[in-house]
T-cell receptor
C-alpha cells in the first residue's frame, strides 16, 4: 500500500535554526500533505503539494516534491520552541497513508 | 472553521465488549477516515468512507467494522474489544481529491 515514511525519526535543534525532515512514499500520488501533531492531540494540516508541483511555500514552511524519487522534504526556517511537535507526511489520492512521523524538539 | 468531533477523548472498556467510537463532521465532507496511532507504528488506516453507506478497507481492518448512515457521521465499531486494540484512534474528513484532511482530537481507548 502507499506509505509515507518520515526521516529522521527524531530531530533536536536550537531555536532559530532550520529544521529539515524528509518523506518517502511507495506508489504514484495525486498530492502529498504535511501535518503537525502536538502531543496527544489530532493532526493539523500544514501544507499540500500537488504531484505536478515541485516546490511550495507557506510562511516559514517550504516543501519540495520529487515524484521521480518518490520523496518530499519539509523545511521549517527560523524554528521556534512552539514548533516542537511531531510532523507527518500523508501521501495519496483521495485517501492518505501516513508514516511514523518525525519528532522535532526545538530548544530555547 | 471545519470541526471534526470525536465523542470521547478517553475511553476504558473491558475485553469482549462491543465498542462504538463516534465521529461527526460539520462541513458536508464526502470522505471520512478512521486511523489508529501507536508508538513506533505511526498512523495506520483502518477504514475509509467516500459516501453514505460506502466504505473501503484500509490497511488494518481486522477486528473493526464501520457504519456511515448519514454523511456527517462515521462510526468505528470494535465487535469484541481486545487488549491489542488499546490505542489512539483518530477520525478525519476531507472533501474530495487534492484537499486537506481535518482531524478530530483523538480518542484514547484502553481495553482492560
Amino acid at each position: 500500500s502507499q506509505q509515507g515514511e518520515e526521516d529522521p525519526q527524531a530531530l533536536s535543534i536550537q531555536e532559530g535554526e532550520n529544521a529539515t525532515m524528509n518523506c518517502s512514499y511507495k506508489t504514484s500520488i495525486n498530492n502529498l500533505q504535511w501535518y503537525r501533531q502536538n502531543s496527544g492531540r489530532g493532526l493539523v494540516h500544514l501544507i499540500l503539494i500537488r504531484s505536478n508541483e515541485r516546490e511550495k511555500h507557506s510562511g516559514r514552511l517550504r516543501v519540495t516534491l520529487d515524484t521521480s524519487k518518490k520523496s518530499s522534504s519539509l523545511l521549517i526556517t527560523a524554528s521556534r520552541a512552539a514548533d516542537t511537535a511531531s510532523y507527518f507526511c500523508g501521501a495519496g489520492t483521495y485517501k492518505y497513508i501516513f508514516g511514523t512521523g518525525t519528532r522535532l524538539k526545538v530548544l530555547a | 472553521d471545519v470541526k471534526v468531533t470525536q465523542s470521547s477523548r478517553y475511553l476504558v472498556k473491558r475485553t469482549g465488549e462491543k465498542v462504538f467510537l463516534e465521529c461527526v463532521q460539520d462541513m458536508d465532507h464526502e470522505n471520512m477516515f478512521w486511523y489508529r496511532q501507536d508508538p513506533g507504528l505511526g498512523l495506520r488506516l483502518i477504514y475509509f468512507s467516500y459516501d453514505v453507506k460506502m466504505k473501503e478497507k484500509g490497511d488494518i481492518p481486522e477486528g473493526y467494522s464501520v457504519s456511515r448512515e448519514k454523511k456527517e457521521r462515521f462510526s468505528l465499531i470494535l465487535e469484541s474489544a481486545s487488549t491489542n486494540q488499546t490505542s489512539m484512534y483518530l477520525c478525519a474528513s476531507s472533501d474530495g481529491l487534492n484537499t486537506e484532511a481535518f482531524f478530530g482530537q483523538g480518542t484514547r481507548l484502553t481495553v482492560v
